[in-house]
Nanobody
Framework: QVQLVESGGGSVQAGGSLRLSCVAS????????MGWFRQAPGKEREGVAG???????SYSESVKGRFTISRDNAKNTLALQMNSLKPEDTAMYYC????????????????????????WGQGTQVTVSS
């Protein structure tokens, strides 16, 4: 059973930093895409950043230059370093892993093909005050 557990959310003032972490378990795929998504109240979920098992990363335009995604394959962990935070970054942040068919573009992993599967964590709240 694939499980993802996020941590590291919290409340900060604008201009501050937070680091999110995600521990993944329950799969042994050597190729995958992992990503961070966020959803603010009343808005659609959006991709923030994604990274492949090969190390290719992609960011949404709204966070490029401020956020850095990284992963540790040996520890099955994913991280998101968020700097220069803005009030508009306030959202619930989710970690997700995409297996058996995926693409990475525009900071977002997407399932592809008939066998593509994706799994999600429960989310961690990030609140940025002005």
């Amino acid at each position: 059973q694939v499980q993802l557990v996020e941590s590291g959310g919290g409340s900060v003032q604008a201009g501050g930093s937070l680091r999110l972490s995600c521990v993944a378990s329950g799969y042994t795929h050597s190729q995958y895409c992992m990503g961070w998504f966020r959803q603010a109240p009343g808005k659609e979920r959006e991709g923030v950043a994604g990274i492949t098992s090969g190390g290719t990363s992609s960011y949404s335009e709204s966070v490029k230059g401020r956020f850095t995604i990284s992963r540790d394959n040996a520890k099955n962990t994913l991280a998101l370093q968020m700097n220069s935070l803005k009030p508009e970054d306030t959202a619930m942040y989710y970690c997700a892993v995409f297996l058996d068919g995926w693409v990475l573009a525009g900071g977002r992993c997407r399932s592809s093909g008939t066998s593509g599967r994706n799994y999600w964590g429960q989310g961690t709240q990030v609140t940025v005050s002005s």
